[in-house]
Nanobody, 126 residues
Framework: QLQLVESGGGLVQPGGSLRLSCNAP?????????IGWFRQVPGKEREGLAS????????NYADFVKGRFTISRDDANDTVYLQMNNLKPEDPAVYYC??????????????????WGQGTQVTVSS
């Protein structure tokens, strides 16, 4: 089991931007893992946002984030990013990244993934 680490969350004003990062702890790499980004608020099911395969190709975007959120992979830093632009009042949540080993595809279904991080909080407020 791979324990992922999310970072980059925080407080942003409506219309602002954040870039979230997903990393592996020391001793592991994301090189062979497809990565997905998810979010969850209390009382709601976890929502899939975007996914990227082991080759660095984005594979899935949720309809409600298309044009605002972008997933990318930086192999030099062994990091997967979620760039979030034009944040809305409905975007606050705990954001998670998830991994599945050796996959040429991705998924927006939480059950598809092997490993998860602890999440990073995103707050949108004026």
């Amino acid at each position: 089991q791979l324990q992922l680490v999310e970072s980059g969350g925080g407080l942003v004003q409506p219309g602002g931007s954040l870039r979230l990062s997903c990393n592996a702890p020391s001793g592991f790499t994301l090189n062979r893992y497809a990565i997905g980004w998810f979010r969850q608020v209390p009382g709601k099911e976890r929502e899939g946002l975007a996914s990227i395969n082991i080759y660095g190709t984005p594979t899935n975007y949720a309809d409600f984030v298309k044009g605002r959120f972008t997933i990318s992979r930086d192999d030099a830093n062994d990091t997967v990013y979620l760039q979030m632009n034009n944040l809305k009042p409905e975007d606050p949540a705990v954001y998670y990244c998830a991994g599945r080993h050796t996959s040429f595809r991705g998924s927006l279904s939480p059950d598809w993934y092997d490993s998860w991080g602890q999440g990073t909080q995103v707050t949108v407020s004026s």
